[in-house]
């Protein structure tokens, strides 16, 4: 017989999750673990795993006990555990103008309670059912801000059952918000280099031939990714010696030690925004590969390689604009990690074993980086005084002369060193490493060794047969991946026979290309006389205020033009070819005009004194 409560609540959460929904309606349990009881005032109750889920005495007062501890302000809140809704429904009443998400990773229960209840909770805009972690790291990356308070709320049952899970769930939550917040100051602090790099190696672009050439030019084989953590300068020897036994990939920042060790990597990775080729200089790359995002630093788009491959990203700056214009259906992954972009190039080119080294996403024996390395000077130390890890220079001009480059001065570059090491003391983090043992890091890398956990898992679902080894001994566990020491993970390996990629060439549609560039250069013209029509119309206010002093009739009618300036800049979304620059470009400016308080003199200056800046910024690295 058709349930008709349970069918009412598939079809509502169908509505956001549709596989959830379809696990629902697949659901089939032959004999549940569930049963339901009634507590002493009569209310429902839940018998699960030996436990009563509510209260035994009062199930409302409970929920209503734990409700009124949560914030209500700005707060995005996690409900860990269904229940039978008490405690959702108390804190669905409670808050309606911020997202709550209830967590239940029991299928078998989120099935029984839907079976016999319409919990109202769930009906709510603001309410979002899930039961797997990655889809509660979705909605939170979807859901919260920068200033969202992330909080978790839960019966004493789900305490005494799942203690561990809840603190790993608000975890992932955390780290959800964080790449949010992350990706976005990456895209407002990097988006003006990668657009202006990425035009400037347009001619480069157009004469290299695609990754995607190379899919599964390796079946079977043997890949070594060389990262630049601490286990590489360990395993260095034997890379040296048994570097013909499988096809090596190296980041660009192990470029100085691979080249003291005589090693040849058969394809290097760079997909830096930043001027990093001080990681490049007096390096032969003539022998290899490299395989490079197109934003990269021109003067390394433009070295003498074997051959340079464009990894042209799903999502990163410009990408979306050049898939585009290549006509690129490949799945391309990234996560702002050089390591993964060259993870999915191994699985790309179809290799059975994949083993990473260096990949320490950690500080061990209190290293933070291989020998060679950018950062080499940092070590992690214990303060005895402080009782707490921290960042330090071994020495500290030595670090400063390494990290600058030549569009610095001296003075920025020491002033880019002291918040370089501040930042990454503020964002110390404990994981556990492969001894199970808390090992010191900064949260980045925790937030990579989930991304790598993840990446693992689906890799392995989608091939079963391939072998994912971990041979950075002594780093962070990474699950998903075998932790085996270097020599022997390659035992028994033969020798490869390389491939020569210099003949491989690209097939990309130029003349569409010329017909799209030439449309987006038009636009992107109009698009920077908007912006320096903004930039003139804050000048004349911000000269107008710090003049007069007062909200004059002059000031008035160039706020008006200040919003006009806005309209204008709004109006260029309809360009379907400047989706991927108006982020960049138009989504830094904006807030410090719409927020604007405009009721004293001081605080207007400061937003326009603000607005000033970023102007200028867009304008000094404007592509065209």
């Not at 407002?188 to 599964?216: E, G, H, R, V, W």
């Not at 191994?346 to 990473?356: C, E, R, T, Y």
């Not at 930042?423 to 001894?435: A, G, K, P, Y």
């Not at 030439?518 to 636009?523: D, P, Y």
């Amino acid at each position: 017989m058709e349930n008709k409560v349970l069918q009412k609540n598939i079809a509502h959460i169908d509505a956001y999750d549709g596989e959830l929904a379809n696990k629902l309606l697949r659901f089939e349990n032959e004999k549940s673990n569930l049963q339901l009881v009634q507590s002493e005032n009569g209310e429902y109750n839940l018998f699960f795993q030996n436990e009563l889920l509510h209260d035994s005495t009062n199930p409302t007062l409970e929920a209503n006990n734990i409700a009124q501890k949560i914030q209500t302000d700005n707060a995005l809140t996690i409900v860990y555990g269904l229940g039978l809704g008490y405690l959702p429904d108390i804190i669905a009443q409670k808050i309606k103008n911020f997202p709550i998400i209830i967590y239940e990773p029991n299928i078998e229960l989120i099935h029984y309670v839907l079976s016999i209840a319409q919990i109202d909770a769930l009906f709510q805009k603001n309410v979002i059912l899930c039961q797997n972690k990655a889809k509660l790291c979705e909605h939170v990356k979807n859901l919260a801000t920068d200033n969202t308070d992330l909080s978790i709320s839960f019966l004493n049952s789900y305490k005494k059952l799942f203690f561990d899970d809840i603190k790993k769930t608000f975890e992932s939550a955390q780290m959800a918000q964080g790449e949010k917040v992350a990706n976005k100051n990456t895209l407002f602090k990097k988006s003006y280099y990668a657009f202006s790099n990425a035009f400037k190696n347009i001619d480069q672009i157009l004469k290299n031939p695609d990754i995607t050439k190379l899919k599964n030019v390796y079946e079977g084989k043997t890949a070594l990714i060389l990262c630049a953590g601490p286990s590489l300068e360990k395993n260095i020897e034997s890379v040296a010696k048994n570097q013909n036994k499988f096809v090596i990939f190296a980041l660009n920042p192990t470029l100085k030690l691979l080249s003291e060790k005589n090693i040849t990597p058969d394809f290097v990775f760079d997909i830096e925004t930043a001027d990093n080729y001080k990681q490049f200089e007096n390096i032969d790359l003539s022998s290899s590969c490299l395989v490079a995002e197109p934003f990269i630093e021109p003067k390394v788009m433009n070295l003498k390689t074997r051959k340079t491959f464009n990894y042209i990203s799903q999502d990163n700056f410009i990408n979306p604009w050049f898939r585009d214009c290549f006509d690129i259906k490949e799945d391309l992954k990234t996560y702002g990690s050089v390591s993964s972009t060259a993870f999915y190039s191994a699985l790309l080119m179809g290799f059975k074993k994949i083993i990473m080294l260096g990949q320490d996403l950690a500080y061990s024996d209190g290293k933070c980086y291989t020998k060679g390395a950018q950062f080499e000077e940092l070590e992690c130390v214990f303060d005895e005084v402080e009782n707490k890890y921290k960042i330090v220079a071994k020495d500290f001009e030595k670090f400063v002369k390494k990290i600058k480059i030549d569009r610095i001065t001296d003075e920025q570059a020491l002033l880019w060193a002291n918040e370089h090491i501040k930042n990454l003391n503020d964002n110390i983090h404990t994981v556990m490493s492969q001894e199970n043992k808390p090992l010191p890091t900064q949260y980045g890398y925790a937030f990579f060794i989930d991304v790598f956990s993840k990446m693992a898992i689906e890799t392995k679902e989608k091939y079963p047969d391939i072998e994912l080894i971990n041979s950075s001994c002594g780093g962070a566990q990474i699950n998903g991946f075998v932790n085996m020491p270097l020599n022997e993970a390659i035992s028994g390996l033969g020798d490869i026979e390389k491939i020569n990629f210099e003949s491989v060439q690209n097939d990309y549609d130029k003349e569409k290309f010329e017909l799209k560039y030439l449309k987006t250069e038009q636009n992107l013209k109009k698009l920077k006389e908007a912006i320096l029509n903004l930039q003139n119309v804050n000048k004349a206010l911000y000269n107008e205020l710090n003049t007069k002093k007062i909200f004059t009739h002059n000031a008035n009618k160039l706020l008006l033009k200040h919003v006009q300036c806005l309209i204008a800049l709004e109006e260029f979304k309809k360009e379907e070819d400047l989706k991927t620059f108006l982020m960049a470009y138009i989504a830094p400016l904006a807030p410090f005009v719409l927020s604007a308080d405009y009721s004293d003199i001081k605080s207007a200056k400061e937003k326009l004194e603000k607005l000033n800046f970023r102007t200028n910024r867009a304008l000094t690295f404007y592509p065209i």
